[in-house]
């Protein structure tokens, strides 16, 4: 191998890692985003969890609607139990959604009145450069 090959290798693994490294940090700081926004959901802050949503989010649903539907999905299950990460894979495309930075996060969530189910967050990098979650999903 040929000190310039040599230096073409090093430079395309220093380049794979810290392209690995960026997603691990905005999975980290989108699996906090998305932890402090559940707290507020948890709560029955439905309202301040429309607030720190992603604008994505917002324009989606008014906050009326979002108060009104969460209520109705996440009452009936009753306090949260427990809730364990179960992946956070970061993508830069969703379907149905504009091309941006994503990180899908599901968690293996026990409730009150529903003692096995996945939640899904998906928090979005939003324009001023703040993880907000852009999608909330239970089954």
Not at 104 to 120: G, L, N, P
């Amino acid at each position: 191998m040929t000190a310039k090959n040599g230096r073409r290798v090093f430079c395309a693994i220093l380049l794979i890692s810290c392209m690995a490294f960026s997603q691990t940090a905005a999975e980290k700081a989108a699996e906090d985003s998305a932890s402090k926004w559940l707290g507020l959901v948890d709560a029955g802050d439905y309202a301040v969890s429309w607030d720190q949503a992603a604008q994505f989010f917002k324009n989606a649903v008014s906050k009326e609607d979002w108060k009104d539907k969460i209520k109705a999905v996440r009452g009936p299950l009753g306090k949260i139990n427990s809730r364990k990460l179960k992946s956070a894979t970061y993508k830069t495309t969703l379907p149905g959604a504009p091309d941006g930075q994503y990180v899908v996060i599901q968690y293996d969530s026990s409730f009150e009145h529903k003692t096995s189910a996945v939640e899904t967050v998906t928090p979005m990098m939003d324009k001023d450069g703040q993880w907000r979650v852009s999608g909330y999903f239970i089954r």
